[in-house]
């Protein structure tokens, strides 16, 4: 037992949980715990704005498996950081988010910068602590980050009034917190996975959809060791990208609203599904009613609440889906079945992805979305960390960047919060600063969050930004030109700013790229520099993105490109 | 389809909040809600009754029970469970005969009366939601000025 004050045990609770960078923005009402992060060994990586350190702390929480940290002031520190606390949310990334709050006994009052982020943030957290003493400051330290990291992760909250960070106390550090209303884990369901086996033998015409919970829970091995085993073809949501290498034989590639003419086309004929990882978002299933029409469903998720939430299902197998996986090997390999690669389902499929792989139309002109993505992947080394922002650039990453090694590709896919690929491929870099990391930007999206490069820059974390620049706002112009007549508003972006000038403003590296050649070389720069590469390359603004499932409508309603 | 759900939760500030925001985030329904301080002063039992479909009754029980905040979310069988409300209603009762006929309805269903304010009596009924609502209807004609009711608490 030790006397400090609340700053104090804040940042030896983070210490112990091996916290080693925050990323933040102080303000009055965290003083207190930024005069004791000074103090600290813990690294402060300052942001131009709360709403980065957020995706900052998430894309770190994403690549390490580990929460990432960020801190905000109280008022519109706290509500700048709400957007990149849903959106981990959303796609299920492990965060702790430090606001200050005005004194307990302001509360209440509309006092200067308070807000309620407690009731604001409540829909979008896993959970959020308001402690009203010092004592209760490590217990809720460490309670957060288990809630963070266990089970499917999410970020949690902690909103500390400033007077409790000032107070002094006697504070002693738990080493095991209790928590009777959360049970993260469960044991590995035998009965229902021979269930799921047994189905998944009897179908004629059987595929893996593998979501993002095959990448969180790293089960990559345990996946592809199945579908080689059974003779499986594999196809991923977009959140799943990464969890199976796409240059594989029996990769197919995202399904979706974007996803590849031949995993659409192939997901239309299957008789059974195992669906790994996956909450059925309405962007990878099209219609939930068409999705689910002659097709038997083996649904395995840590998170209970998922099963039967949008698709119905025949098996489900609830808990870790690496646990899971490994036994089902396991009892795949005593029943000594091989389903030879001659199968004429598997034969089908191949013929399927051969005809698509060759026939798909592609944008004319030498700097097509395709042409540029596929000299990225030519470039740039497999093991690298991809980043995305949100808009078509991020689509056409999804369908013409494979993601070879496993958990090599993030994006935020369940909010679609534009802004988030710049900040969140910072945080990629902090977690693994041993890889080139890179994102894959559209402009609109980069103007969100751009003054990022700041960060990059002072705080030497060089990151490269593939700024795919079709001057506008690209997938609302799509919409327009396809749903709207043409009738084109709030789009266009009018070659503003300047890439080049705007990333040299902030001392980082500015390279604009017209050709293949110049790109390819460009990306070598990038990969060589110190500082971050900016590298701008302009398209022709009316290029779309197909296939396209339009919303509201089944896969089997896919535009092609004409 | 009607359904009740007995919810123990820890006795703690703001869970009320998370429970009824959570049925409003996803869309559900509450029919009727009631909280109290159980015999273990460290947990609440809250009684929400909905309405749904079997599918949304059943994901309704799934996100209650993945909230950190609850400690045991239970769906009730109506037949092997006691579930009763309070129901108050103050009807207007002007001439003696009124109160007579007033009396007699309270005596069938098992409901205390009360004296009101000048011109009214207070009905006390403690019964199942359907047998307050004939209740209601049978009083109706009477002129109910005011009413308030508990929300079903079950076991």
């Given at each position: 037992?030790e006397?400090?004050?609340?700053?104090?045990?804040?940042m030896?609770?983070?210490e112990?949980?091996?916290v080693k960078e925050?990323?933040?923005l102080?303000?009055g009402?965290?003083?207190?715990?930024?005069?004791e992060l000074?103090?600290?060994?813990i690294r402060?990586?300052l942001v131009r704005h709360?709403?980065?350190?957020?995706?900052m702390?998430d894309?770190?929480?994403?690549?390490?498996?580990?929460?990432?940290?960020?801190f905000?002031t109280s008022?519109p520190?706290a509500t700048?950081?709400l957007?990149?606390?849903?959106?981990?949310?959303a796609?299920?990334?492990?965060?702790?988010?430090?606001?200050?709050?005005v004194?307990?006994?302001m509360?209440?009052?509309?006092?200067?910068?308070e807000?309620d982020?407690?009731g604001?943030?409540?829909p979008?957290?896993k959970?959020?602590?308001?402690?009203?003493a010092?004592?209760?400051i490590?217990?809720v330290?460490?309670?957060?980050?288990?809630i963070?990291e266990?089970?499917r992760?999410g970020?949690?909250?902690l909103?500390?009034p400033?007077?409790?960070?000032?107070?002094?106390?006697?504070?002693t550090f738990?080493d095991?917190?209790?928590?009777?209303?959360?049970?993260?884990?469960?044991?590995?369901?035998?009965?229902?996975?021979?269930?799921?086996?047994?189905?998944?033998?009897s179908?004629?015409?059987?595929?893996i959809?593998?979501?993002g919970g095959?990448?969180?829970?790293s089960?990559?091995?345990?996946?592809q060791?199945?579908?080689?085993m059974?003779m499986?073809p594999?196809?991923?949501?977009?959140k799943?990208?990464?969890?199976?290498p796409e240059n594989?034989?029996?990769?197919?590639?995202?399904?979706?609203?974007?996803g590849?003419?031949?995993a659409n086309?192939?997901?239309?004929?299957?008789d059974c599904?195992?669906?790994?990882?996956?909450?059925f978002?309405?962007r990878?299933?099209g219609?939930?009613e068409?999705?689910?029409?002659n097709?038997?469903i083996i649904?395995?998720?840590?998170?209970?609440?998922e099963?039967?939430?949008?698709?119905?299902?025949?098996v489900?197998?609830?808990g870790?889906?690496?646990?899971s996986?490994?036994?089902?090997?396991?009892?795949l390999?005593?029943?000594a079945?091989?389903?030879?690669?001659g199968?004429n389902?598997l034969?089908?499929v191949?013929?399927v992805?051969?005809?698509?792989?060759?026939?798909l139309?592609?944008?004319?002109?030498?700097?097509s979305?395709?042409?540029i993505?596929?000299?990225?992947?030519?470039v740039l080394p497999?093991?690298?960390i991809?980043t995305?922002?949100v808009?078509?650039h991020?689509m056409?990453?999804?369908?013409?960047?494979d993601?070879?090694?496993?958990?090599?590709?993030?994006?935020?896919?369940?909010?679609?919060?534009?802004?988030w690929?710049?900040?969140?491929a910072?945080?990629?870099k902090?977690a693994?600063?041993?890889?080139?990391?890179?994102?894959?930007a559209g402009?609109?999206?980069?103007n969100?969050?751009e003054n990022s490069?700041?960060?990059?820059?002072l705080?030497?974390?060089?990151?490269?930004?593939?700024l795919?620049?079709?001057?506008s706002?690209?997938?609302?112009?799509?919409w327009?030109?396809?749903f709207?007549?043409?009738?084109?508003?709030?789009i266009?972006?009018?070659k503003c700013?300047?890439?080049?000038?705007?990333?040299?403003?902030?001392?980082?590296?500015?390279?604009?790229?017209?050709?293949?050649?110049?790109l390819?070389?460009?990306?070598k720069v990038?990969l060589?520099?110190?500082?971050?590469t900016?590298i701008?390359?302009?398209?022709?603004p009316e290029?779309?993105?197909?296939?396209?499932?339009?919303?509201g409508?089944?896969?089997k309603?896919?535009?092609?490109?004409? | 389809?009607?359904?009740?759900?007995?919810i123990?939760v820890?006795?703690k500030?703001g869970i009320?909040f998370k429970?009824?925001n959570?049925?409003?985030?996803?869309n559900f329904n509450?029919d009727?809600?009631?909280v109290g301080?159980?015999?273990?002063?460290e947990?609440?039992?809250?009684?929400?009754?909905?309405?749904?479909?079997?599918k949304?009754?059943?994901?309704?029980?799934?996100?209650?029970?993945?909230?950190?905040?609850?400690?045991e979310?239970k769906?009730?069988?109506e037949?092997k469970?006691?579930?009763k409300?309070?129901a108050?209603?103050?009807?207007k009762?002007?001439?003696?005969?009124d109160?007579?006929e007033?009396?007699k309805?309270?005596?069938t269903?098992g409901?205390?009366?009360?004296?009101g304010q000048?011109g009214?009596?207070i009905?006390?009924?403690?019964?199942?939601?359907?047998k307050?609502?004939?209740?209601?209807?049978?009083?109706?004609?009477?002129?109910i000025?005011d009413s308030?009711?508990?929300?079903v608490?079950?076991?």
């Open positions: 037992m006397i400090m004050n609340g700053g104090k045990a804040l030896k609770a983070l112990k949980e091996g925050v990323f933040g102080p303000g009402a965290n003083l207190p715990m930024y005069d000074f103090k600290s060994n402060h990586i709360e709403q980065s350190a957020a995706h702390a894309g770190f929480g994403r690549v390490s498996r580990k929460p990432g940290v960020c905000a008022g520190g700048n950081l957007t990149g606390i849903a959106t981990a949310q796609d299920s990334a492990p965060m702790v988010a430090v606001t200050g709050q004194p307990v006994n509360i209440g009052r509309d006092a200067f910068q807000s982020i407690i604001m943030s409540n979008s957290v959970y959020a602590f308001q402690p009203r010092v004592e209760e490590p217990e330290v460490k309670k957060g980050f288990y963070a266990t089970g992760p970020p949690v909250l909103d500390i400033k007077d409790v960070q000032q107070n002094e106390a006697k504070v738990p095991e917190v209790r928590m009777p209303g959360y049970h993260p884990w469960t044991d590995v369901d035998m009965v229902n996975i021979e269930r799921a086996i047994d189905l998944l033998l179908s004629e015409k059987p595929i959809l593998a979501g095959t990448i969180i829970s089960a990559f091995a345990e996946l060791s199945i579908a080689e059974l499986i594999v196809v991923t949501t977009f799943g990208k990464g969890s199976f594989h034989a029996l990769s197919l590639g995202p399904i979706g609203m974007h590849h003419a031949e086309k192939i997901m239309t004929e299957v599904v195992l669906a790994i990882g996956t909450r978002s309405d990878s299933v219609t939930f068409e999705f689910e029409r097709l038997k649904h395995m998720d840590v998170d209970p609440a099963i039967g939430k949008n698709q119905t299902t025949q489900a197998v609830v870790d889906v690496k646990a996986l490994r036994v089902m090997l396991k009892l390999a005593k029943k079945l091989k389903k030879s690669d199968n389902w034969k089908h191949n013929e992805k051969d005809y698509w792989r060759e026939n139309k592609l944008h004319p002109g030498e700097m979305a395709a042409k993505l596929r000299k990225l992947r030519e497999k093991e690298s991809v995305t922002e808009g078509q991020q056409w990453a999804s369908l013409f960047f993601a070879i090694h496993p958990g090599t590709f993030f994006s935020s896919t369940g909010l679609g919060t534009m802004g690929g710049f900040p969140a910072i945080g990629a902090v693994r600063p041993d890889v080139a990391v890179v994102d894959i402009d609109g999206s980069f969100m969050t490069l700041a960060t990059s820059v705080e030497d974390i060089p990151v490269i930004v593939f795919i620049n079709n001057f706002l690209g997938m609302v112009a799509q327009q030109r396809t709207y007549d043409r009738r084109m508003i709030g266009d972006l009018k700013p300047d890439y080049v000038k705007l990333a040299e403003s902030y001392g980082a590296q500015g390279i604009r790229a017209q050709s293949l050649d110049e390819g070389k460009a990306v990038g060589n520099s110190d500082v971050a900016v701008d390359i302009p398209i022709d290029e779309d993105v197909l296939p396209f499932v339009a919303p409508t089944s896969l309603d896919m535009i092609l490109p004409s | 389809m009607w359904a009740i759900l007995s123990r820890e006795n500030p009320l429970v009824t959570l049925f409003r985030a996803r509450i009727s809600i009631s301080v159980m015999e273990n002063p947990f609440s039992k809250m009684t929400i009754t909905t309405v749904g479909t079997e949304q009754i059943a994901q309704i029980v799934k996100q209650l029970d993945k909230m950190i905040d609850t400690i979310v769906r009730l069988d037949k469970s006691v579930y409300e309070l108050l209603f103050r009807i009762s002007n001439v003696e005969s109160s007579t007033i009396s309805l309270a005596n269903y409901a205390k009366i009360h004296n000048e009214s009596l009905a006390e009924l403690t019964s199942t939601p359907d307050i609502k004939a209740f209601e209807e049978s009083i109706k004609p009477f002129g000025l308030a009711r508990t929300g608490t079950a076991l």
